[in-house]
């Protein structure tokens, strides 16, 4: 079965600073696309990226880029100039093509310090 | 912005009270998942539809919970009768197609079973 792993329950960063959300993954597929979703406090689920693990290019969404190692099974989530808006629990989760179930980390919860 | 619209946003009640959660898909969108968030289990999949037909309930307990699509601009999910078990924050997300496409998520219903 698809698991993944998010090993930061908190993270902290600085006001217009950079931080980085780890997540790995274990799968036996090749075919599959990996997701970050944001929860602010409001509690909706927000799609922040997506990546498709065929593609080698990494995905940017302006501040939001990836680093996604398809070999170490490892998609991070780079949020540059962190905002204060940037606060909220961040969730990585994977899916594959021949299963229609999200798997979802534990998530990171980030604060962001003014 | 299109968005997932699920109502009640909170909703509490006594055990044995039977429950309904409904939700209103993205126009256009053809597959309607129902997830369940809680701290010891993190986001799960209860069940989800396509074209209004159901495809994959088995992340329900089915001697208490059902759900359905009456039309395509409606979800429901039911609890009945229910347990303070079933105390959760309760998903409706919708998306197009195959399930590795994004899917858009409603804000909850807080469910708080007394």
């Known amino acids: 079965a698809q698991t993944v792993t998010q090993s930061q329950p908190e993270m902290s960063v600085q006001e217009a600073e950079t931080v980085t959300l780890s997540c790995t993954y274990d799968?036996?597929?090749?075919?599959?696309?990996l997701f970050w979703y944001k929860q602010p406090p409001s509690r909706q689920m927000i799609l922040v990226i997506r990546?498709?693990?065929?593609?080698?290019q990494n995905a940017t969404e302006n501040r939001f880029s990836v680093n996604f190692q398809k070999a170490a099974k490892s998609f991070s989530l780079k949020i540059s100039d962190s905002q204060l808006g940037d606060a909220a629990m961040y969730f990585c989760a994977y899916i594959d093509f021949g299963n229609e179930k999200l798997t979802f980390g534990t998530g990171t919860r980030l604060t962001i310090i003014p | 912005d299109a968005r997932v619209t699920q109502t009640p946003r909170h909703k509490v009640t006594e055990m044995g009270q039977e429950v309904t959660m409904r939700c209103q898909p993205i126009?256009?969108?053809?597959?309607v998942f129902w997830y369940r968030q809680t701290m010891m289990q993190g986001l799960e999949l209860l069940a989800y539809f396509r074209n209004r037909a159901p495809l994959d309930d088995s992340g329900m307990p089915k001697d208490r919970f059902s759900a359905e699509m009456p039309d395509a601009t409606l979800a429901t999910l039911k609890i009945q009768p229910s347990e303070p078990r079933d105390s959760a924050v309760y998903f409706c997300?919708?998306?197009?197609?195959?399930?590795?496409?994004?899917?858009?998520f409603g804000d909850g219903t807080r469910l708080s079973i007394l």
């Open positions: 126009l256009g969108h053809n597959t």
């Open positions: 799968t036996s597929e090749s075919d599959y696309y």
């Open positions: 997300a919708s998306g197009l197609n195959r399930g590795y496409q994004p899917q858009h």
């Open positions: 990546q498709e693990a065929y593609k080698q």
